[in-house]
């Protein structure tokens, strides 16, 4: 029998992810818990006043949440709950983003943060970390500055040298979560006095240090994101993480690992802020009616839910790929920049549907609703910054579409392993060199979805476009118009490991065909987009005008589809 789409939504009332072991359950249960015990009104009223939660760490800090779910294996110290297994890290991602940032921001850093330190051979540091992260300590990333943001190259994180292998640091880090509190910070800078790559280092810094001196929030937030200064900052061999490429190589393996968490925040939110929009427009009536007995508002409602599900389809079936990765198949690090830039950006698109239907209701103080819309604007902005993602993938355009090659099926991964391979990536290179399996095959075993096959069509020709009209040297130049040409590419990226997720789980026609009327929209406004850039050539033009597709309706899907949607208009509501 297929699977409702609303059951892959996550619900409080009901969670219990089966395919999880004992452990995993109980954390993820007691974290929701405790988050409904505090109630809405707690949640709101300390979201609005910028409250520090120190009563949430402390909660962390108990039931070992940080702890069991972010120690690889290696430094677990025989603590057979103790892994680094990304389906219940994206788990813990969704649980947190559903109650707002604020809880899953500490949480997201402090991934961020010991990334340096789980990728490093420096096995005291290593212990260090894993020692202070099991007493409920948290994590920072000490990356960007604030002259620089996060351009590596240009660190003004200095460390001299004092002659006996050791060193004083000397500088200021910018927008650095946590920063505040954490006892592992995981600092990038550069050696004094050494020139090309080899003068990158990170080491492990402590904000407890006298000599770490704690600036400023620089944001208005629950969350802290600080700016701090290091001042003859004593850095020992035991401290130092990576020099060097390795040191670069760190920085960019720790966001591919890191920055994955932000999907599933957006998905988090999104839901939380659906449910809430879905009650107040139901329950409300205008005019004799319930507002959801008007046509636009049911549009509304069935192109969010669209989104939102096809946003979770595609993040459930990229942590496979993240799960099974090694040397030989590093497909995800092309599945990675479209979790970030992508996924982030329908679950704003997912708030802003919804924000045109609850209308003032989104703006009062005592509701989800306003957090939702807020926070999800965050994520492609601050963590996900879309034009660098969507440069990052074009990448691997010519070998996704052009070279494909056989690849054995990728498995759900639910199973209760490390993912030890996400810390030993290797060097940050040769993009150019990774491979993917044929893209048509998810297509084409979906072909009897009617907007699966008005999609495809539309693949086919952006393929057409690339063969016949490709962009020539200077538009390459053009991030403007070579973006557009990503926003493209990307939808057909986004549509495979969706329809292949659909398959696994057996999914009902009706949504998936729901989500690709959406994407048919999509591909004919980024291919009038793409008509209108000042670079655009007229056989480019010409094509773009003829990649424009209507969506298949059928009503009586659609109508189906509304019904399910209506269905959750009293599925959940937060304890208040």
Not at 21 to 31: G, H, N, S
Not at 361 to 384: H, M, Q, S, V
Not at 402 to 409: S, V
Request: charged share 20%; net charge negative.
């Amino acid at each position: 029998m297929p699977v409702s789409s609303t059951s892959l939504l996550l619900n409080p009332h009901s969670y219990d992810p089966e395919h999880f072991d004992a452990e995993t359950r109980r954390v993820l249960r007691a974290t929701i818990d405790w988050l409904e015990a505090g109630g809405l009104a707690k949640l709101t009223s300390e979201y609005h006043a910028h409250s520090w939660y120190p009563d949430f760490l402390e909660f962390v800090a108990k039931e070992k949440v940080f702890a069991t779910l972010m120690t690889p294996a290696r430094d677990a110290g025989g603590d057979a709950d103790k892994r680094w297994d990304t389906a219940r890290v994206a788990a813990m991602s969704e649980v947190l983003g559903f109650y707002g940032l604020s809880y899953w921001y500490p949480w997201q850093v402090t991934c961020l943060g010991l990334g340096p330190v789980w990728q490093s051979d420096n096995d005291a540091a290593r212990a260090r970390a894993a020692a202070a992260l099991d007493g409920g300590g948290v994590a920072a990333f000490g990356l960007s500055e604030r002259e620089h943001g996060a351009d590596i190259y240009a660190s003004d994180m200095v460390l001299t040298p004092n002659g006996d292998g050791t060193f004083r640091a000397n500088g200021g880090k910018y927008y650095i979560g946590n920063g505040n509190v954490a006892q592992t910070v995981s600092v990038f800078g550069r050696i004094d006095g050494v020139e090309g790559p080899d003068q990158y280092v990170f080491f492990y810094a402590d904000s407890t240090h006298p000599n770490y001196h704690l600036v400023q929030n620089v944001v208005p937030s629950q969350n802290y994101v600080s700016e701090f200064r290091l001042e003859d900052y004593p850095v020992t061999p035991e401290d130092v993480l990576h020099t060097g490429e390795a040191a670069f190589s760190a920085a960019l393996n720790t966001v591919n690992v890191g920055k994955f968490n932000l999907c599933f925040g957006a998905i988090g939110l999104a839901t939380h802020g659906f449910y809430e929009s879905i009650a107040h427009a139901h329950h409300r009536v205008l005019y004799g009616k319930p507002v959801t007995a008007m046509s636009h508002v049911r549009a509304g409602f069935v192109e969010a839910y669209a989104r939102l599900i096809a946003g979770k389809l595609f993040s459930d079936r990229a942590i496979d790929y993240f799960r099974s990765a090694g040397p030989e198949d590093r497909r995800y690090l092309l599945f990675n920049p479209v979790t970030k830039m992508k996924v982030t950006t329908e679950g704003e698109r997912v708030m802003q549907l919804l924000g045109d239907i609850v209308a003032a209701k989104g703006f009062e103080k005592d509701n989800f609703i306003a957090i939702a819309k807020y926070d999800t604007t965050c994520l492609p902005r601050l963590e996900g910054t879309v034009a660098v993602n969507l440069a990052l993938v074009l990448k691997f355009m010519p070998a996704y579409l052009f070279q494909p090659e056989i690849f054995e099926p990728v498995p759900t991964r639910q199973d209760a392993a490390d993912d030890a391979f996400l810390w030993n990536q290797g060097p940050a290179r040769g993009l150019g060199k990774i491979r993917f399996h044929d893209w048509r095959a998810a297509y084409a075993a979906a072909a009897d979805v009617p907007n699966v096959a008005v999609f495809t069509e539309q693949a086919e020709a952006f393929v057409e476009l690339l063969m016949t009209a490709p962009p020539a040297d200077a538009q390459l130049g053009d991030l403007d118009f070579t973006l557009a040409v990503g926003e493209l590419f990307t939808l057909i990226v986004y549509g495979q490991l969706i329809l292949e997720q659909a398959a696994l789980l057996d999914l009902e026609k009706d949504v998936l065909d729901e989500i690709f009327a959406v994407f048919v929209r999509d591909f004919s406004a980024g291919a009038i987009a793409l008509h209108g850039k000042a670079a655009s050539t007229e056989a480019q033009q010409a094509w773009a005008l003829g990649a424009i597709r209507k969506p298949v309706l059928d009503e009586d899907a659609h109508e189906r589809v509304w019904q399910q949607v209506l269905s959750l208009a009293d599925a959940y509501r937060m304890n208040p």
